[in-house]
Nanobody
């Protein structure tokens, strides 16, 4: 059974930093892509970033490029999202997701975590 478990969310002030973690288990993800998405109240879920497990290629949404960094630790089967220079508009529930294949695209994610709340106060 595939499980994706996020952690690391919380309350932070504008300009602050947080690191989210996503621990993956249940199958091998070595040829797949891991992504982070977020959903703010009253808004649709949106793509944030993605990384390939194998070569570590990355992709970012324009709104977070230069502020967020996605990385992975293959030995720990864990993906991270380092968030810096946080803004109130980054407030959302952040979800980890996995998709088969190595295409860095924001669609086709098959597995999802339960989400972790990130709140940025102004």
């Amino acid at each position: 059974q595939v499980q994706l478990v996020e952690s690391g969310g919380g309350l932070v002030q504008t300009g602050g930093s947080l690191r989210l973690s996503c621990a993956a288990s249940g199958r091998s993800f070595s040829g797949d892509v891991m992504g982070w998405f977020r959903q703010a109240p009253g808004k649709e879920r949106e793509f944030v970033a993605a990384i390939t497990w194998g070569r570590g290629r990355t992709s970012y949404a324009g709104s977070v490029k230069g502020r967020f960094t996605i990385s992975r630790d293959n030995a720990k089967n864990t993906v991270y999202l380092q968030m810096s220079s946080l803004k109130p508009e980054d407030t959302a529930v952040y979800y980890c997701a996995a998709r088969r294949g190595a295409a860095l695209v924001p669609t086709g994610y098959e597995y999802w975590g339960q989400g972790t709340q990130v709140t940025v106060s102004s």
